[in-house]
């Protein structure tokens, strides 16, 4: 019993709990020379609306393609909350320093911060 409990807390902890110390940012705002700008959104809505000079790993292939990006220092693109939570996590296991996050929704437009 235990063990389910703790199993249903970590993975609503990885998904729902917000990632500290990460910044929402404009994409404009950037100095795209010395940090790498990781598109996770899935390829249908980065083909859509691109961001130049990204690269796209969706989150589903970020876990195996994670050495695609080489920098260290990375800036996340995502489609909604849950999706910057678990990609800024993975990334941050995997010895990336995450900068900053935009939220990018189904219609290429940045999402607002909420209150």
């Known amino acids: 019993m235990i063990l389910l409990i703790s199993l249903i807390v970590g993975v609503v902890y990885v998904r729902y709990v917000p990632v500290t110390g990460v910044q ?3 994409l404009t705002d950037l100095h ?3 940090i790498k700008v990781v598109d996770i959104r899935e390829y249908n809505q980065s083909y859509n609306y691109p961001i130049p000079k990204s690269i796209n790993i969706p989150i589903a292939y970020l876990k195996r393609n994670y050495q695609e990006i080489g920098s260290k220092k ?5 489609s ?3 999706e910057k939570n678990m990609g800024i996590r993975l990334l941050r296991k995997r010895g990336f320093k995450v900068m900053s996050y935009t ?3 189904g219609n290429g437009k940045r999402q607002q911060k909420s209150a």
């Open 24 to 26: 929402s940012t404009i």
């Open 80 to 82: 909604d909350h849950l």
């Open 103 to 105: 939220i990018i929704n």
């Open 32 to 34: 795209t020379q010395s």
């Open 74 to 78: 990375v800036h996340v693109i995502a």
